[in-house]
Nanobody
Framework: VPFVESGGGLVQPGGSLRLSCAGA????????MTWHRQTPGKAREWVAT???????FYTESVKGGISVSRDEAKNTMYLEMNSLKPEHTAVYSC???????WGQGTQVAVSA
């Protein structure tokens, strides 16, 4: 598995989570990295991209509420999510740009 996601869980509306994407076969600093999410019955949705130079891009629906970053020493990319809402409930996955497979992802559930 190229990357391993973790950090998901059950959180109340308004809460925060930090998801991790640890590089197991690649360096997160040497690849264009992306976060995606999927809810049952819906297509997987792109959430954010982190370029090797540090630039970040986010889907419009999450702007202002999330940020993506990386720790080179830990070879890990992060997705910080704040002010969570029930509609953020999904399985979040990461991968490098151009990859054709997915890891197991990490489940985020936002509920009172």
């Amino acid at each position: 598995v190229p990357f391993v996601e973790s950090g998901g869980g059950l959180v109340q509306p308004g809460g925060s989570l930090r998801l991790s994407c640890a590089g197991a076969a690649y360096s997160v600093s040497d690849e264009i990295m992306t976060w995606h999410r999927q809810t049952p019955g819906k297509a997987r949705e792109w959430v954010a991209t982190l370029f090797t130079g540090g630039a970040t891009f986010y889907t419009e629906s999450v702007k202002g509420g999330i940020s993506v970053s990386r720790d080179e020493a830990k070879n890990t990319m992060y997705l910080e999510m704040n002010s969570l809402k029930p509609e953020h409930t999904a399985v979040y996955s990461c991968r490098k740009h151009g990859a054709t497979t997915w890891g197991q992802g990490t489940q985020v559930a936002v509920s009172a």
